[in-house]
């Protein structure tokens, strides 16, 4: 155990935290997300929800502030907003109230960004287009 470290964040996920680069991208997806498919890299975040490992995780983020697409979700494909986009930008404005917006592209070219990102992190959640893929920025102490 570490101090300050949410218990949520398991050394598995706390690794590749720490293992990510600048551009590097990390998906969190839902229950129905193809994770093991799609992944390089497979974290289980079983039992738990994507907006609580995003919350946990998103202090210890630095998000790539150079691009514009730095949050991105799968488009419904009819043009609606699922409730948890809203959930995923309040999240992303706690940390960062410049840069909560997000991106949305097709389930085509989400699956194939996620064949690319440094690691899925698989959740349990069970809310429709609950998947976010995040771009890693630059610490800057």
């Given at each position: ?8 964040i398991?050394?598995?996920l706390?690794h590749?935290l720490?293992s990510?680069?600048?551009g590097?991208?990390?998906?969190i ?6 994770a093991?498919?799609n992944?390089?890299r497979?974290?289980?975040?079983d039992?738990h929800?994507?907006?609580?490992i995003l919350?946990?995780?998103?202090p210890?983020?630095?998000?790539d502030?150079?691009v514009n697409?730095y949050?991105?979700v799968m488009?419904?494909?009819d043009?609606s907003t699922?409730?948890?986009w ?7 404005h706690n940390q ?5 917006n997000?991106?949305s592209i ?13 690691a899925i992190?698989?959740?349990?959640e069970?809310?429709l ?13």
């Amino acid at each position: 155990m570490l101090n300050n470290i949410p218990p949520i964040i398991s050394p598995d996920l706390f690794h590749v935290l720490m293992s990510m680069g600048h551009g590097d991208e990390i998906v969190i997806a839902d229950g129905n997300f193809p994770a093991d498919t799609n992944a390089e890299r497979l974290i289980r975040a079983d039992g738990h929800g994507v907006c609580n490992i995003l919350k946990a995780i998103i202090p210890f983020f630095p998000m790539d502030e150079s691009v514009n697409d730095y949050a991105i979700v799968m488009a419904t494909g009819d043009e609606s907003t699922p409730p948890i986009w809203a959930e995923f930008e309040s999240i992303l404005h706690n940390q960062y109230p410049n840069r909560s917006n997000l991106t949305s592209i097709s389930r085509e070219s989400f699956y194939n960004r996620s064949k690319n990102a440094f690691a899925i992190v698989a959740t349990s959640e069970s809310a429709l287009f609950a998947n976010i893929i995040l771009k890693k920025g630059v610490v800057i102490i």
